[in-house]
Structures are given as structure tokens and as C-alpha cells.
């Protein structure tokens, strides 16, 4: 084939498959997806690969390109890791209270900083204030678009130009660019580093304190653990140093658990309320870690000093909008019946399902894509599924994982052929299996998965490119 005999972009737009999938399609995007196509056979046959290429390929081709073109981007997808807060899956699945405060406040107005009683305004956290209050004995909130904005807005505010103390064993990097030492100098501060990486005392601190310092900063080994010969300073020998020395103390919380999560089998973490009840002039978390709401960062503390925080020109570059703050207030509502907490709260439903329900769960599924796929190899096999999100790190919680594999495609294939799906399915490959762990997989996306298994373990590979 050459390139004079290439089909053009008229002929394909008028060939019946593109114009049955063109069908309430926007113009220009059929055509873009014509043309994408033409220049993909174009470069192929540029590169010599001569397969056969006239206009029902490229045809074919382009009605591929347009429903990719056509399906949105962001979309709901099924979660088979087992990893409950995946930062790349989104990570907390919002409980249904929160999805519906969300979409009544999403297509109209709201009040969402004016005041319903006076008609003036007034600050946004108002809405989640009162209940953050109550939840963890704080004073006063701020909310801001995710912890690290708020590690940035704690630091600035509180110690612009002078000294912030932390430890060696502290000294966290979460991922991507938030490295604790280049956000304390991003936020105009002066780090001095105490201790030693697995052990830091009162003592360090205290030698450390200068009449420059303004803040001792503590930090939640959330994502990482340091075990052996180590110490710890405790809070609230922190909080009695910084009192007696006349300097603000901040702790950074990471996961923000507001309750002790060993009631439904998880280690203890230490909660807003112990950092509150100890004394910290402010605490901050993530908002769609442990507590389960959308991506925020939530600060909470002492009045005089969280109040302050909103003329700081940061504050209004980090502050959030009207559809987190809905979701925080109805994911927050959740926690003051405990009684159904764990049934109406999706991530701690998630992370408190047992095993044996999982397993039957599991049974069930592998049962129905048997009878779907006798060539198929479909197993229940003992996973451990994880936190995630950087919380309670090297903790693991047993659970269930439908196991799959084929004689004609390799695990990783058809994982591809999973994502690939609508939903898309993300899961683990594990020696030469697909692995399903249904611990993060919704009630109702049962059916759906086995469908997906099914259509994806049979078609034949290298069907679509
Ligand atoms: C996760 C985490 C952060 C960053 O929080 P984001 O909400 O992801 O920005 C900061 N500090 C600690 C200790 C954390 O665990």
C-alpha cells in the first residue's frame, strides 16, 4: 500500500460504520477522530508495516478512536486492589450522605459563605466548624484543599521567618514533591532537625529552643514505620515544653482518625481528639485518609491561633470549595451515631468487612465465571489487603481475592483487558494471576466484576490495539 492510495477523510466520515457511531456526536469530533486515524495508518505505512489498510480498517479504527473520544474521562471505575485509600483510585469512597449533600449543593446556589440568619458573610468552615468542635473538642477550623496545603498554611502563619523544630525520625516525604524539609522553606520557615532517626527526647528539644524558635512541629509516622531501638517523644511532654518556653506546638496527624479504629480490628491510631486532649495549639489531617471524605486538609486548634489563618494570603489560594465542604459536613455527621457509623461510613465499612464474608463473597463470584469459562482457571485464594493512603502503614488486613488466569493470555494481559472495561477494573497481578481482592470492591459491583471477568478472561488477546 502507499500513501497515494490512502483513504481520505471524506470517505471515512461517510462510510456506514462512522456514520451510525457518529450518530449525536458532535462534528468535530468525528472528524477528529477521522483524521487521528488516517494519521496513525499514515505512520504505519511510513513505517513499513503493510497490513491491510483500506477504508474499512481505517473506518474501524476511527469509530475506536471516536467512542474513547466520546466517553468522559474521569470516570467511576471498580476497585479490585485491596489498597482501601488508593491515592490514584481517588482514595476514600465517599459514604451516600456525603454524595447526596454533594449534588444538592453541586447545580445551584448555597450558602455556602453567607449567613442564613443576618445575610452577611461569613467564613465557609462555619458548616463544619461546630461539628469539628464537638467531634474533637477544637476550638476553632480551618479547611483548605488537602493536608499538605494545610502543613504550608500551619507553618507560614505560625512561623514566617523563625524557627520550627522537628525531629530526625519526623522528617517524612509523602510522595511526589511534599518533602517535610523543602515545605518548611517553601513556607518561609527555618528548620532545625532534633534527635536522631530512630530515637529523639525531650532533652533534643529543649537544647534546640532558641528565642528565634516559634513552633515545635510533630509528625505522624503515618506512612512509614521505624522499629528497634527507638524513642519517641510523647505529646504531651511536647506540649508542656512549648508552654513552659512560651512557643506554639503543631502536629501534623496525616490520617486523621476520629475514632480508635481497634473496634473494628485495625491497630490503634492516634486520634484528632488524643492530639486536642493533649494540648497541641493545632493539629491538622487529611480529609480523605481514615476519615473518609473528600480531599481536604483540615486544621483544628486554639481560636487565637486557627482564626488568624484566614486573612493569610495562602488561605485563600488552598481554601475549598462548595462541594467539599458538603461532603465533609455529611461525612462528619456520620460519626455522632456510632451505632451506624460503620454501615453508612463507605471507607470504614470497607476497612471493617470480614474475611469470611469476603470468602463467600468470593465463592460465590468464582462459582458463576465457572460456569462462564470452563477453560479459565478460577480460584479463591487468602490475600491481605492494605490501608493505603499512607495510613497504618505495614499493616495488613486479611481478606479474599478471586484469582484468575487463562491458558491463551498472560496475567498482565488480561489485567490490561480489565481496565479496559466499562467500568474499568484495576487489580493486582500476582504470580501469573490476576488477583481480585473484593474487600474494596462495592456491594453492588459484584455482578458487574464477573461480568467483566468473564468477557475479558474469553475474548481473544490482541483484539483491540
Ligand atoms: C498524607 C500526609 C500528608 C499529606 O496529606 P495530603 O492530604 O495527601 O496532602 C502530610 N503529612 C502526613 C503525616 C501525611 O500522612
Known sequence: MTLRELPRVDSILAHPAVVSAARGAPRELV?????????????????????????????????????????????????????????????????????????????????LQAD?????????????????????????????????????????????????????GEMVEIGG????????????????????????????????????????????????????????TPLPDLVALARETGVACAHDLGSGALVDLSQFGLPREPTVQDSVAAGCDVVFFSGDKLLGGPQCGIIVGRRAMVEPMRTNPYYRTFRVDKLTLSALEATLRLFFDPETLCEQHRTIQLLARSADD????????????????????????????????????????????????????????LAARLREGDPAIFCRVHAGCALLDLRTVLPEEDDVVATAVGRAAAAPPEESA
Not at 476514600?92 to 454524595?99: D, G, I, N, T
Not at 537544647?207 to 522499629?227: E, G, K, W
Request: hydrophobic share 45%.
Open 177 to 232: 514533591a511534599f518533602r517535610l524539609p523543602d515545605i518548611v522553606a517553601l513556607s518561609g520557615c527555618r528548620l532545625v532537625e532534633v534527635g536522631c532517626t530512630n530515637r529523639t527526647h525531650l532533652r533534643d528539644y529543649r537544647r534546640a529552643l532558641s528565642p528565634d524558635t516559634a513552633l515545635i512541629l510533630a509528625v505522624h509516622q503515618s506512612n512509614y514505620r521505624i522499629s528497634g531501638f527507638t524513642a519517641q
Open 116 to 168: 442564613v440568619g443576618s445575610g452577611e458573610r461569613m467564613a465557609r468552615e462555619v458548616h463544619v466548624e461546630g461539628l469539628l468542635h464537638q467531634l474533637t473538642g477544637a476550638e476553632s477550623a480551618v479547611v483548605v484543599n488537602n493536608n499538605a496545603a494545610a502543613t504550608v498554611l500551619v507553618l507560614n502563619s505560625l512561623a514566617a521567618g523563625r524557627e520550627v523544630i522537628i525531629s530526625r
Open 31 to 111: 472528524k477528529a477522530a477521522a483524521r487521528e486515524a488516517l494519521a496513525e495508518v499514515r505512520a504505519r505505512v511510513q513505517a513499513g508495516e503493510l497490513a491491510d489498510l483500506g477504508l474499512d480498517s481505517v473506518a474501524e479504527r476511527a469509530v475506536c478512536l471516536l467512542g474513547r473520544m466520546l466517553r468522559r474521562s474521569l470516570r467511576r471505575c471498580i476497585n479490585a486492589t485491596g489498597v482501601v485509600l488508593h491515592t490514584g483510585l481517588g482514595r476514600a469512597p465517599l459514604a451516600s450522605a456525603a454524595v447526596e449533600a454533594l449534588s444538592e449543593v453541586a447545580g445551584g446556589y448555597s450558602n
Open 358 to 413: 469476603i470468602r463467600a463473597r468470593a465463592e460465590a463470584l468464582a462459582a458463576g465465571v465457572r460456569r462462564d469459562l470452563p477453560t479459565a482457571t478460577i480460584g479463591v485464594v487468602p490475600v491481605e489487603s492494605e490501608v493505603g493512603g499512607g495510613s497504618l502503614s505495614g499493616h495488613t488486613i486479611a481478606s479474599w481475592a478471586l484469582s484468575v488466569s487463562t491458558p491463551t493470555m498472560e496475567a498482565g494481559a
